[in-house]
């Protein structure tokens, strides 16, 4: 085979060499074989003991179903149930099998794919929607067929830390099993700079590339791979030369990473002395070693949802099961503060990968949305919140925020869960800071409002950028238009960083352009003084501040956001890392 490089978005820093290991297929990416003419019989067995189970399956949900269960739910599963009957599925699979002596898996997305197609013929709106519910019925079946369907291989250890992972798509949810696994790199068809996927990669600090079009069909299990993180670029069967080349840069950067090792123990100044506070963004409490090893003041976003994802149906992780998360973590940080963000869930971390999200989900029910259109769970979070706050500084962080009524609603039920463990004499810190992500265009333009009523702010550039731009971050055709540097942005984020040190509210920036050293300097010279990132970056950025002299980015980037041409301010961005 001959090598051949393809291009993609770079997501996650660095150089990684390796095997493909091509994940579980998706739904319509199976195996094809024929079927011999006595194991016929036999294969169609197969796909009847399939559709069995998930008729069983379909059976379970609905005795399962609780009494609040809203009635479309139980109306869902009886639309699939429905499909699962129909003749077009039960039937004419087990025939093409019987036919064309398709494999199971085979017939079935021969017939998934001819009636998704017969759908999109359909005028009638309603009905040309349902193919989708098709296509999750077809998926179910596969996913019987294929057992477990585990996304991951069953014996990774002994390759485990060559392997390169190579999907159509992973999500934040799935991206959470490798965490414990030796993988050296991922490479997704699909994806955005800042989708949560992205994110996970960034926090394992494992190169990564997304929106790499056609990777899982072009890259074949086995071959070797070299990801190259920062640029985006996946040479798949590399030359030895060229394989030697991408060797000597691995090498290269690991010797400056380890130089930055030496930076720790230096405090975090600029030149002309202005102490700047780096905190860490975390997944779960076990990650608050990699926050101390990068010498972080604290933590200042633990993404809470990565604690309620993978779990059985319905099963939400209990008060006790969080205060116990929660505590490792203020622990853990030894008298550093430790930033909660309550549940940020929808968009493109549901918490069930199967449920049916809205139309819009980045526009949906999410955040503090869902919270507060579930308050019981939320006062459970918050309750071990609070718990956990007699054990160490905790800060309460509330992401999505954009009306008035939702703050007062969310500091009512922080009040009523106040009061119920006072009434349990259950210790909190009643002094505890309550803060507001800044990340939606409307919550960045009226700022006081915010400023009246909560202790601090954070601002999520990741989805004020998504929200001001209009740009799904998952969605790799657009993400070409991902761009931190729009005048927009850079306006809502000086305007929000001037706002808020005017009003004396503490204010720091926890999306990913905090954890991009060329992006320091910038929110450096807005006066931006406490950055919150992926462990993996903090020693980066550090470097870059204590070479920063603000007496000299302040004025300069003055003179940035003066402008509202694209090329002027990519090329003074540039420049500022010169100065
Ligand atoms: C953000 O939006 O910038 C942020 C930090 O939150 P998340 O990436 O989890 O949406
Ligand atoms: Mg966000």
């Known amino acids: 085979m001959t090598s051949f490089t393809l291009h993609g978005i770079p997501v996650s820093r660095g150089i990684a060499i390796g095997r493909a290991h091509l994940l579980a297929p998706a739904a319509l990416d199976v195996e094809h ?37 809203p009635a479309e739910l ?40 001819e009636l998704s197609s017969q759908f999109e013929e359909i005028e009638d709106a309603y009905l040309r929607e349902r193919k989708a519910d098709v296509e999750q019925v077809g998926e179910r ?7 477990s369907a585990s996304l991951l291989p069953k014996n990774v250890d002994g390759d485990g830390p060559h392997m390169i992972v190579v999907s159509h798509d992973i999500s934040p949810a799935d991206m959470l099993q490798f965490r414990d696994r030796a993988f050296s790199g991922f490479i997704t068809d699909v994806g955005g700079q800042n989708s949560h996927t992205a994110i996970v990669a960034r926090s394992l600090d494992i190169p990564a590339t997304v929106g790499v079009s056609f990777a899982s ?10 990801i190259d993180g920062d640029a985006g670029v996946v040479v798949v069967d590399p030359a030895p030369i060229v394989l030697d080349q991408y060797r000597d840069r691995q090498a290269r950067q690991l010797r400056e990473r380890k130089k930055l090792g030496k930076l720790k123990k230096m405090p975090s100044v600029t030149l002309d002395g202005t102490p700047v506070t780096l905190l860490a963004n975390i997944e779960f409490p076990d990650d608050c070693v990699h926050a101390l090893e990068g ?45 909660i963000r309550t549940l940020d869930i929808g968009s493109d971390k549901p918490i069930d990968e199967d449920e049916q999200t809205s139309l819009n989900p980045a526009l949906g029910l999410r955040a503090i949305r869902y919270c507060l259109a579930e308050p019981q769970m939320f006062m459970t979070q918050l309750r071990a919140i609070l718990r956990a706050s007699a054990f160490g500084p905790i800060k ?38 309550i803060g507001a992500m800044i990340e939606v265009p409307g919550a960045a333009l009226a700022l006081p409002m915010f400023i009246k009523r909560l202790d601090f702010l954070s601002i999520g550039t990741n989805d004020l950028i998504q929200y001001t731009l ?19 942005v850079l306006f809502l984020l000086s305007t929000t960083i001037a706002m808020a040190a005017k009003a004396e509210v503490p204010i720091s920036v926890c999306g990913e352009m905090a954890g991009d050293i060329k992006m320091t300097r910038l929110l450096l010279g807005m006066g931006l003084r406490e950055f919150s990132m992926h462990p993996a970056q ?42």
């Open 141 to 147: 079946i596969l996913k019987q067929l294929m057992g």
């Open 538 to 579: 903090l020693l980066s950025v550090k470097n870059e501040i204590l070479n920063s002299d603000l007496s000299v980015l302040e004025p300069a980037t003055r003179k940035i956001l003066r402008s509202y041409e694209p090329q002027v301010i990519a090329e003074a961005v540039e420049r500022l890392q010169t100065l």
């Open 33 to 69: 074989y024929l079927i011999a003419e006595d194991k016929v019989e036999a294969e169609v067995a197969r796909l009847q003991s399939a559709l069995a189970a998930v008729r069983t399956e379909l059976q379970t949900l609905w005795s399962e179903l609780p009494k609040e269960a």
């Open 217 to 226: 069909a072009l890259i074949r299990q086995g071959d070797w791979i070299i």
């Open 74 to 113: 139980g109306a869902f599963i009886d639309v699939h149930a429905l499909i699962l009957s129909d003749p077009m599925i039960a039937d004419v699979p087990l025939d093409i099998i019987r036919t064309r002596h398709y494999n199971a898996e085979w017939a079935l997305v021969t017939q998934i794919e």
């Open 470 to 488: 209009a740009i799904d971050r998952v969605d790799h055709e657009v993400a070409h238009l991902y761009n931190p540097l729009h005048p927009s």
């Open 396 to 433: 309460l962080l509330i992401p999505m925020l954009s009306h008035a009524f939702e703050i007062d609603q969310t500091l009512a039920l922080i009040e009523q869960a106040k009061a119920q463990l006072r009434t349990e004499k259950i210790k909190f810190d009643a002094e505890i800071r």
């Open 295 to 339: 010498s972080a003041h604290g933590i200042g976003l633990f993404r809470s949802e990565f604690l309620f994802m993978n779990r059985a149906a319905n099963e939400l992780p209990t008060e006790e099961e969080q205060f116990h998360s929660y505590k490792q973590a203020v622990i853990a940080m030894k008298g550093r503060p430790v930033t």
